[in-house]
C-alpha cells in the first residue's frame, strides 16, 4: 500500500483533503499533519512514497521541508499544494518539489500527479541504467554559469544587467546567444549585438537553457571518437529546441512548458554525450549498427549498452535537481506513450520537434510521412490533427 503523508497548517484545510480522499483508503496509507515539525520525526522512523506539503506555513515552510524530506527520503515524491501563485514561491519550490499543484485540488488530478511522478521514477530506478551510469567514470558537470544565472534569478531584485555580464563572460556562450535572437526564428528587423538586449528579448529561462546546454556540449571531448559530429548533434539540438518552443506556443500551452519543451529538447540528446565520451568503443558500435543494420539510435545503444540514451540523460538530468517536466521530456522523447501525463505537454513538443529536426536535417522535409514520431500517442492525446500545422510552422526553423 503506498503511504501518504499531507501537511499543512490550515486545520480546514486538512479536513477537506481527509474529506476528498476518503474513496483513496483501501490504496493509500495516508497521514495528515498541521507542521513540517509533526510530519519530519514520522518521515525519519520510516520511508514514505508521497509528501504532499502546503508552501506558506509559519516556522518551517513548504520549500524548507521538502529540502528536509528529499535529504531524509531521496526516492520520496514530492508535492507543492498552494494556493500563492506568486513567482517566488514556483521558483523555490521548483527547486526542492516534483510537482506544485494549487489549491483547491480534486482526487483525479492529485492520483493523475503520482501516477505521473511514479512512472518516471520507475524509469530512472531500472537495474540495467542504474548498472550501467555506475560504470560511468565522468559524468558532466552542472555548468557553473548556470549555477550563477540560477542564483541571479533567484535573487530579491534579479538584473538582467547582471545575468548579461554573467553570460558575457563565456565568449561561446554569449555567440550561441545572438546567434539565436538574430535567427528568422525571431523575426527581427534589426541586428542585436548588445548582450543585454538580447538578455531582455530571449528572456531569463531561455537564457538559463542556453547556458545549460551550451557548458555541458562544451565538456565532451571530441578527439576520444573522431568519427562523432558534436557539431552536428548541437545543431540538431539547437533545432528541435526552435521547434519544440513553436510547436508549444500554437498549442496554447503554458509558460511553464514552452520552457520546459524548449530546455528538454536543448538536452534531449544529452545521453548521447554521456555514453560517447564515457565508452567511446562500445558507441562505435552502436554508430556501426545504425549504419549497417539501419537501426534507430535507441534500439542500437539498449543492443550495446542495454539502456538508451534518452534515459541516461534523464537520470543526469535527475542528479542535476531539474524539474520533472523537462525530466520527462527527455525520458520519453522517443517513446512518449511511455509518459502517463495527460494532454499536450513538453514531452509532446519534444517528440513532435525532434522527429521534424531529423528530418530536415535528411533533406526530406517534403516527404509525406514523418518517420519516428508515435502517431498513437498524438492520437490519444488529440493532437495528431495539428501534426501537418507542426511541420508547416518549423519548415523555416
Known amino acids: 500500500m503506498r503511504r501518504v503523508i ?24 495516508m497521514q495528515f499533519f498541521p507542521s513540517a515539525a509533526a510530519a519530519l520525526p514520522v518521515i525519519r522512523e520510516g520511508a514514505c512514497d508521497v509528501v504532499v506539503s502546503d ?15 528529499r535529504t531524509l527520503s531521496p526516492e520520496t515524491i514530492r508535492i507543492v499544494l498552494s494556493g500563492d501563485q506568486s513567482p517566488v514561491n514556483h521558483l523555490r519550490s521548483a527547486a526542492v518539489a516534483h510537482r506544485f499543484l494549487q489549491k483547491p485540488v480534486d482526487l483525479s488530478v492529485l492520483k493523475a500527479t503520482i501516477a505521473q511522478a511514479e512512472a518516471l521514477r520507475a524509469v530512472l530506478a531500472n537495474p540495467a541504467l542504474r548498472s550501467l551510469v555506475g560504470e560511468i567514470k565522468v559524468l558532466p558537470s552542472l555548468p557553473s554559469i548556470y549555477q550563477n544565472l540560477m542564483q541571479e534569478m533567484q535573487a530579491p531584485q534579479a538584473s538582467l544587467k547582471k545575468a548579461s555580464r554573467i553570460v558575457a563572460k563565456d565568449l561561446g556562450m554569449m555567440t550561441k546567444i545572438l546567434q539565436l535572437v538574430n535567427s528568422a526564428f525571431f ?12 538578455v531582455a528579448l530571449l528572456g531569463f529561462d531561455t537564457i538559463k537553457s542556453l547556458a545549460l546546454s551550451s557548458q555541458v556540449f562544451a565538456q565532451f571531448d571530441q578527439g576520444r571518437l573522431p568519427s562523432f559530429s558534436l557539431e552536428d548533434l548541437w545543431r540538431h539540438a539547437m533545432l528541435t529546441g526552435t521547434c519544440a518552443r513553436r510547436i508549444a506556443k500554437d498549442a496554447g500551452a503554458s509558460q511553464q512548458v514552452i520552457d520546459e519543451a524548449f530546455t528538454a529538447a536543448l538536452l534531449h ?9 564515457n565508452k567511446p568503443e562500445d558507441y562505435a558500435r552502436v554508430c556501426d549498427l545504425m549504419r549497417t543494420q539501419r537501426m534507430p539510435d535507441w534500439a542500437a545503444e539498449r543492443d550495446v549498452f542495454g539502456a538508451d540514451h534518452a534515459h541516461v540523460g534523464a537520470y543526469l538530468l535527475g542528479i542535476w535537481g531539474l524539474g520533472d517536466g523537462i525530466i520527462e521530456a527527455v525520458a520519453f522523447h522517443q517513446h512518449p506513450g511511455e509518459c502517463q501525463a495527460p494532454g499536450f505537454t513538453a514531452v ?7 522527429a521534424i529536426a531529423e528530418q530536415q536535417a535528411q533533406g526530406e522535409a517534403d516527404t509525406a510521412d514523418l518517420a519516428g514520431v508515435d502517431q498513437e500517442y498524438l492520437a490519444r492525446e488529440q493532437c495528431l490533427l495539428r501534426l501537418s500545422g507542426w511541420r508547416e510552422l518549423c519548415a523555416a526553423a
Not at 508552501?55 to 524530506?69: C, H, I, K, N, R
Not at 509532446?348 to 525532434?354: D, G, I, L, S
Open 269 to 277: 540528446d544529452v545521453g548521447v554525450l554521456v555514453l560517447a565520451a
Open 6 to 29: 499531507f501537511v499543512d497548517d490550515a486545520p480546514e484545510i486538512l479536513q477537506h483533503l481527509r474529506r476528498i480522499l476518503g474513496p483513496m483508503q483501501s490504496e493509500w496509507d
Open 55 to 69: 508552501m506558506t506555513m509559519p516556522v518551517m515552510d513548504g520549500a524548507q521541508f521538502l529540502s528536509e524530506v
Open 187 to 198: 523575426g527581427l528587423r534589426t541586428h542585436v549585438s548588445d548582450p543585454e538586449q538580447a
Open 348 to 354: 509532446t513538443a519534444v517528440h513532435v520537434a525532434n
